[in-house]
């Protein structure tokens, strides 16, 4: 064994922790410190950076996140690499874009658990793994000492999990209490404590169709929200967001997602909510009867004209939105306070994301998919352990396939050559490095689909933006992110900007190569 190796025993007691460090770490990314770092990584569904008070006031408080943004650092500049759930899960895992992880959407793709991935790595180096909550990418979870899963999308009441002995099991209650019990449980009684951890606590919430706590359904009911500046955007110079399906006015489904449900009246997605509503307990339908049965029957009496229709489902969505958040803001409370109170703070890095941000009504949508601001960014947060000593903003440009090599640094497992993210670390310990990535790389395939996004590619630089979108389509779009943050004006086709978009063209080739991404833009096709 040499230096290196040895110098990292000092931390670790369990005997399995010894030998396996010996034959996979590097260095010890906390010198100085006597306890071996643990991670608690906390994953929600499409929760944005725009309901989070901690990034943006203007709606909701969120003061759990808040406070965990407040002792850590908050990244500025977040963003996936492909904004749906299944892609973003196999990125994270694996460090790599979906070229390379074959994971490229989330209706065709199985992901291939053979594949090397940052649990297993962890796991190999002599950590307890586990993952408790969505999974959603097909196959069984890999690498992890523990695991209980939802099936899919999973139930927002009395859900199934479906746990490592391949048994389907139905627990009573809400979903993000529930895998936060199973996430406490666990590291109270089920791992080893003579081993560092890691754990994934992946949620459910706040996924579509929004479906709060009883506890939570009063909760905002008094409040109403300005509409986004572009809510009625008429998409011009944008064929591809003309195109979509993801308009709060005209495809958000009165009964499913608003639960405007009435014996009279038909939706598209009708008989869905019933099948969800069907899982609630005599006692959880009765207080959802009681809340929605009022709002119904007003809403009905009502008659709106079209413009205030668009504004009340707007409301609507915004405040089942905030009542599904407030389950998972309490829960981030409950897991700190744990850790807190079973002195682990110091010694565990805390990671709050989300697996993509969504649209709060900007461009008139909800969902995700499009490389626009709004969804490929991803609030991304962390409560540092001691020793690590960046607090505040962290603004340079990092993306979900970072967290592998990260996590793996941090546990001075070497990190594989063939991961395509960087490590986070440096920044994390103040270094401020020099060469730093200038541009990211975007890739969305998931057509034709649901909501009807078209697949594109593209480049994102501190200040532009540049998109093709490909397939059915061949079209290109030019953002100023600095002049035009809500990316209302394609610039693309303009003398002016003629050099900046070759510019970003050449590099954005670069990246495609980088990555080994075989559909790729192709120079002369171009130029026809
Ligand atoms: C479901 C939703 C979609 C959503 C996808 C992907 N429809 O299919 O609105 O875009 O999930 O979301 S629903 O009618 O089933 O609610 S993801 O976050 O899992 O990628
Ligand atoms: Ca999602």
Request: net charge negative; aromatic share 12%.
């Amino acid at each position: 064994m040499n230096n290196l190796q040895s110098g990292l025993l000092y931390s670790i007691t369990g005997a399995t922790a010894v030998a396996a460090f010996a034959s996979c770490a590097t260095k010890p990314s906390n010198p100085g410190q006597q306890k071996p770092l643990n991670i608690v990584y906390i994953m929600t569904d499409d929760h944005t950076a725009q309901m989070m008070s901690c990034y943006d006031t203007r709606y909701v408080e969120t003061p759990n996140l808040d406070r965990l943004a407040k002792e850590g650092v908050r990244f500025t500049n977040s963003f996936v690499a492909n904004s749906l759930s299944g892609p973003s899960r196999a990125c994270m895992l694996t460090g790599k874009h979906s070229c390379a992880n074959k994971f490229y959407d989330n209706t065709t793709c199985v992901f291939d658990t053979a594949q090397q991935t940052f649990p297993k790595l962890l796991q190999k180096a002599g950590y307890q793994t586990a993952v408790i909550g969505k999974w959603h990418l097909e196959s069984l979870p890999s690498g992890f000492n523990y695991w209980e899963i939802v099936p899919g999308q999973g139930d927002y009441y009395n859900p199934r999990f479906i746990t490592q002995h391949n048994d389907t099991i139905q627990k009573e209650g809400y979903i993000t209490n529930l895998i936060t019990d199973d996430a406490i449980d666990w590291m109270e009684h089920k791992r080893a404590k003579d081993q560092p951890f890691c754990l994934l606590i992946h949620h459910k919430a706040i996924h579509r169709n929004w479906m709060a706590d009883t506890c939570n359904l009063a909760l905002y009911e008094d409040k109403t929200f300005p509409m986004p500046d572009n809510f009625f955007d008429d998409y011009a110079g944008r064929p591809a967001a003309a195109a979509q399906e993801m308009s709060i006015a005209k495809d958000m489904d009165m009964i499913y997602d608003l639960k405007m449900l009435h014996p009279d009246k038909e939706s598209r997605l009708k008989s869905l909510y019933e099948e969800y509503l069907g899982r609630l307990n005599p006692a959880q339908r009765a207080a959802w009867d009681k809340f929605y049965t009022p709002i119904i029957e007003e809403f009905y009496h009502k008659k709106l004209t079209a413009k205030e229709l668009a504004n009340w489902k707007f409301q609507r969505y915004m405040r089942d939105y905030m009542k599904t958040l407030k389950s998972l803001d309490d829960n981030v409370g409950r897991v700190l306070d744990y850790l807190k109170a079973e002195g682990l703070l110091e010694n565990t890095l805390v990671v709050y994301t989300s697996d993509q941000g969504f649209y709060m009504g900007e461009h008139g949508w909800f969902d995700k998919r499009f490389m626009y601001e709004e969804s490929m960014r991803t609030p991304l947060i962390m409560r540092l352990p001691t020793g690590m000593n960046r607090r505040g903003d962290v603004t340079e440009l990092v993306q979900n396939i970072d967290y592998a090599p990260t996590f793996l640094e941090l546990a001075g497992v070497v990190v594989p050559q063939d991961m395509q993210g960087a490590s986070l670390l440096p920044l994390l310990k103040n270094e401020r490095p020099q060469h730093w990535r200038k541009a990211l790389y975007y890739h969305f395939y998931e057509f034709p689909a649901e909501h009807r996004v078209k697949r594109h590619y593209g480049i994102r630089t501190e200040r532009y933006k540049l998109i093709h979108f490909y397939n059915d389509i061949n079209w290109w779009e030019l953002y100023d992110l600095q002049t035009d943050p809500s990316e209302m004006h394609n610039l693309y086709g303009q003398k002016a900007y003629e050099s900046i978009a070759n510019e970003l063209k050449t590099e954005l080739l670069k990246l495609q190569e980088q990555y080994n991404d075989p559909v790729r833009f192709s120079p002369e096709r171009d130029k026809e």
